[in-house]
């Protein structure tokens, strides 16, 4: 039919309007039949899927069922040898807790065994350590004790030794020097001389000028002032006071400054008496030489520390005997006393009043 209604359309048989009304019913019996067909087959889906639906639903209960039965049995097992499990197990643990505690225990009492004797040993080490250090530091100072008396004793030793070398030096310089020192003053006394003539002479010269000078102010002065003579007066009297003003400004320094070097002058004796009676005192029971090497030792010394120094050096200065010599001992000049440590040069004071008038 489809064919025919081409055909007939292709050969334009029938007109527009007929051709499309018939086109149009076409298409609305097209549609119905398409709605129809449709609802048949929703109608047959619908009942398809109804009876799937329940088979489906059976099976999945059945299925769930026989898993849940299964899974219920597999737990009742697990729980049935997770019941028997703890029970091994408290049964094991009770037997091994006790084996655990056994072994601690025995672990613990042998080490506080070792612990006690490392303790033993250690008080043992200390304890010697402590008679060592003992021992050791006993030495050390015994040691340092005769160190310090050596050293006392060899002080005293060099200036024994001293004394002479310098006496020796001494005697040696007077000799060589007193031919010396004579040639250097006669020379120097005759370039002196012929000086102090010259000196005289200029001294001369300016001595009659000074006194021709004054005698020319002398007369100038009294034949000024004797135009005004009231004056002059004034003047002398402002000039008398002014003079006895400074005379007593003088006088009064004066005073104050031999004051002040009396007050010292009786300190310094008052304190040279004082160490001179400490000396004189700790050196009584010693002979004539012995006296003289305490003396030497002690002059460096302060007047407090004397009596100290003084036990120090008098067993060596007794003995009068050297140490042994370990190494050897420099001893730097220090002075700490109340006196100046007396040089070489200063034996002789007539060499140095000599030197002094040679200009040397």
């Known amino acids: 039919m489809l064919e025919a209604l081409k055909s007939l359309f292709e050969t334009n048989a029938i007109s527009e309007e007929i051709r499309a009304e018939i086109e149009s019913a076409w298409n609305k019996k097209v549609e119905e ?50 019941a028997e499990e703890k029970v091994k197990y408290a049964t094991q643990i009770r037997e091994h807790s006790e084996k655990l505690k056994a072994f601690v225990f025995e672990q613990l009492k042998s080490e506080i065994a070792e612990l006690h004797n490392d303790q033993k040993v250690m008080a043992e080490n200390f304890s010697k350590l402590e008679d060592f250090v003992v021992e050791a530091l006993s030495k050390e100072i015994s040691e340092f004790q005769k160190d310090k008396q050596d050293v006392a004793e060899t002080k005293v030793r060099l200036i024994r030794e001293a004394k002479a070398h310098f006496e020796k030096v001494r005697n ?13 003053v006669g020379k120097t006394l005759n370039k002196e001389i012929s000086s102090l003539k010259d000196d005289i ?10 006194r021709l000078f004054e005698s020319y102010a002398q007369e100038y002065t009294q034949s000024f002032l004797n135009s ?22 003088e006088t009064a320094n004066e005073k104050e400054k ?11 004796l008052k304190n040279a008496a004082e160490r001179d009676s400490v000396i004189n005192e700790l050196i009584q029971p010693l002979n004539a030489e012995q ?19 003084f036990e120090k050096y008098v067993p060596a200065v007794i003995n009068g005997r050297s140490p042994a010599k370990k190494q050897a001992l420099k001893e730097g000049t220090e002075i700490t006393g109340d006196k100046q440590i007396v ?18």
Do not use: C, P, W
């Not at 031999?258 to 310094?268: A, F």
């Open 33 to 82: 039949n398409k709605l129809a067909v449709t609802a048949d087959l929703r109608g047959e889906f619908a009942e398809k899927y109804e009876h799937d639906k329940a088979n489906l639903t059976d099976a999945v209960d059945k299925m769930v069922s026989e898993r849940i039965e299964a899974e219920m049995a597999e737990f009742a097992e697990d729980k049935k040898q997770l």
């Open 258 to 268: 031999i004051i002040e070097s009396k007050d010292k002058e009786i300190e310094g």
């Open 201 to 210: 002479d200029a001294a001369r010269k300016n001595d009659f000028g000074r």
């Open 172 to 184: 040696n310089f007077i000799s060589k020097g007193a031919d010396k020192v004579s040639e250097i």
């Open 343 to 360: 040089n070489a040069g200063q034996f002789n004071s007539k060499l140095v009043d000599i030197k002094r008038l040679a200009g040397i």
């Open 291 to 309: 006296k003289d090497i305490m003396t030497n030792l002690l002059e460096s010394v302060q007047t407090g520390q004397l009596r100290k120094q």
């Open 228 to 249: 005004k003579s009231e004056t002059s007066k004034l003047l002398k009297v402002v000039d008398t006071a002014k003079q006895q003003l400074e005379t007593a400004k």
